[in-house]
Every structure is written in C-alpha cells, then in structure tokens.
C-alpha cells in the first residue's frame, strides 16, 4: 500500500513562492506518473499538474503554466511542485496523487493512492 505526505504549504503572499513536497512509502517514481490536484474553497476538486513515470514528461493546466513546476527525485521517493508568482485564486488544499496503472494523467480517476493534503494560502 502506497501511503503519500505532503508537506510545504503555508501563507503567503501574492507574487511570492512555495514549494510543496510529496513523499512516498515506496520506491514508485520510475514506473508511475504522479499528479498535484487542488481544492478551492467552493470548488471541485481540479486538476494542477502531473509528471509521467519517466519524468520526461509534464502537464499543467492553463492557469498554472509558465509558474508552477513539477518535478521528483527518485532517491527520495518523492514529487515536488514549486509554486512561483502565486495567486490569491491559488489558495487551495493541495493534494498529492499516484497510481498502479495507467489513464489520462490530468484526470483524478486515474489515481489511486492520495495524500491527506497541505493548505496553501495566498493573500492579495
């Protein structure tokens, strides 16, 4: 069983930057894509980014891109997403998500195995 942590959010304010973290239980990352998503207070939970099991490969969505950056390091089974210019509308709960088999990386019915979340707060 694949168990995720997430760790690295906190307040902040507009225009500044947060990196988030996401460790493992077990060594996943050269054979799994794995995936940020988020929920905003009244929202659905949306998609953020995602990196595939080979990490030559990313996705974002529209209003990330150019600013946010996912990425993993495999020693440490574990995937980052580092937040630059944040946004008061980034303020969210970030979740971490992995998976044991395959789909649209973008979509959260893909993943199996979810972190518990980590609030990030954005002031304007």
């Known amino acids: 069983q694949v168990q995720l942590v997430e760790s690295g959010g906190g307040l902040v304010q507009a225009g500044g930057s947060l990196r988030l973290s996401c460790a493992a239980s077990?060594?996943?990352?050269?054979?799994?894509?794995m995936a940020w998503f988020r929920r905003a207070p009244g929202r659905v939970r949306e998609f953020v980014a995602a990196?595939?099991?080979?990490?030559?490969?990313?996705n974002y969505r529209s209003s990330v891109k150019g600013r946010f950056t996912i990425s993993k390091d495999n020693a440490k089974n574990t995937v980052y997403l580092q937040m630059n210019s944040l946004k008061p509308e980034d303020t969210a709960v970030y979740y971490c998500?992995?998976?044991?088999?395959?789909?649209?990386?973008?979509?959260?019915?893909?993943?199996?195995?979810w972190g518990q979340g980590t609030q990030v707060t954005v002031s304007s």
């Open positions: 998500a992995a998976r044991d088999g395959i789909g649209p990386a973008d979509t959260s019915v893909s993943y199996d195995y």
């Open positions: 077990e060594h996943i990352f050269t054979n799994n894509a």
């Open positions: 990196v595939s099991g080979s990490g030559l490969s990313s």
